[in-house]
Nanobody
Framework: EVQLVESGGGLVQAGGSLRLSCVAS????????IGWVRQAPGKEREGISC????????YYAGSVKGRFTISSDNAKNTVYLQMNSLKPEDTAVYYC?????????????WGQGTQVTVSS
């Protein structure tokens, strides 16, 4: 059974940092890219970052580039999202999801999400 479990969300003041984790199981980790997607209340889902677990290539949306860093620990089947310089507009539920590749915008499996709230 494929499982993705996010953790690390919480309440933080603007300018602060959080690190999200996504622990994967039930599939060969290096066969998939892992993306982070967020959804704010009343807004559409936004893909913000992706990492190719086979070669470490990373991608970022313009809204987070320079502030967020995605990384993976293949030995632990875990992907991280380090979020710095957080802004109130980063408030959202953050999901990790599998993709066949970071250039393929189709998600296969999703985690349950973790809430990030940034206060002003």
């Amino acid at each position: 059974e494929v499982q993705l479990v996010e953790s690390g969300g919480g309440l933080v003041q603007a300018g602060g940092s959080l690190r999200l984790s996504c622990v994967a199981s039930g599939f060969t980790f290096a066969d998939y890219a892992i993306g982070w997607v967020r959804q704010a209340p009343g807004k559409e889902r936004e893909g913000i970052s992706c990492i190719s677990t086979s070669d470490g290539t990373t991608y970022y949306a313009g809204s987070v580039k320079g502030r967020f860093t995605i990384s993976s620990d293949n030995a632990k089947n875990t992907v991280y999202l380090q979020m710095n310089s957080l802004k109130p507009e980063d408030t959202a539920v953050y999901y990790c999801a599998t993709r066949r590749g970071c250039r393929i915008p189709i998600y296969s499996y999703w985690g349950q999400g973790t809430q990030v709230t940034v206060s002003s």
